[in-house]
């Protein structure tokens, strides 16, 4: 069992579509992070949300962070096929093991 | 702004051979480097922590004879895996925390991966 379970695994949509993906967990962090990735490359930072209730906005792009802090959110609104990659989620447990969740495939059709 | 080199970014061996991957923090020092494997189309997965001077903390099921991690400074830690067979073939990226400080904050830096193929 991962300790970041994302949802959906694998996305496909037409671009203009919205979609969103999630990101639970069991345990509380005290922060969470998005990444996006392209294949053979390193995960790029996207945001870091570290209040519980946070909202944060990037363009089309807008994370929530639960309350708990246990779960966190991805919104991108009228997607376009740019915004193809895989979509992780990560955190800290404890001080030293950064964990990424199970990542989200997407793929936005022109 | 901080970088991650890791190195080589292509790999391949034949099998039974061993091969070192390199990570290094260029303009940093990291007090704690991650190495990650990652398969098409899925999620990184944590193979060990370390942290400089002492020995990585391995996570379970990875195989520590193998997968050996040698953080030897504040801006290098190694990646060789041993007796390489074709299941090892993967993505492996390292990344690396710097020390906490105004201008870089806490912030996790990645390398640009490493393919490595074992024939």
């Known amino acids: 069992t991962q300790l970041l379970e994302q949802s959906p695994q694998f996305l496909s949509i037409q671009e203009g579509e919205n979609l969103t993906v999630y990101c639970n967990s069991s345990?509380?962090?005290?922060?969470l992070q998005w990444y996006r990735q392209e294949p053979g490359e390193g995960p790029v930072l996207l945001v870091t949300?570290?209040?519980?209730?946070e909202v944060k906005k990037l363009k089309r792009l807008t994370f929530q962070f639960g309350d708990a802090r246990k779960d966190s959110s991805l919104h991108i609104t009228a997607a376009q096929p740019g915004d193809t990659g895989l979509y992780l989620c990560?955190?800290?447990?404890?001080?030293?093991?950064?964990?990424f969740g199970t990542g989200t495939s997407l793929t936005v059709i022109p | 702004g901080a970088v991650v080199s890791q190195h080589p970014s292509r790999v391949i061996c034949k099998s039974g051979t061993s091969v070192k991957i390199e990570c290094r923090s260029l303009?940093?020092?990291?007090?704690?480097m991650f190495w990650y494997r990652q398969f098409p189309k899925k999620s990184l997965m944590l193979m060990a922590t370390?942290?400089?001077?002492?020995?990585?903390?391995?996570e379970q099921g990875v195989e520590k004879d193998k997968f050996l991690i040698n953080h030897a400074s504040l801006t290098l830690s190694t990646l060789t895996v041993t007796s390489a067979h074709p299941e090892d073939s993967s993505f492996y990226i390292c990344?690396?925390?710097?020390?906490?400080?105004?201008?870089?904050?806490?912030?996790?830096?990645f390398g640009e991966g490493s393919w490595l193929t074992v024939v």
């Open positions: 990560a955190g800290f447990k404890g001080y030293n093991q950064f964990y």
């Open positions: 303009d940093f020092q990291a007090t704690t």
């Open positions: 370390s942290n400089e001077g002492s020995k990585a903390t391995y």
């Open positions: 990344s690396a925390r710097a020390r906490a400080s105004l201008s870089l904050g806490n912030t996790i830096y």
């Open positions: 345990s509380v962090f005290s922060s």
């Open positions: 949300v570290v209040t519980g209730g």
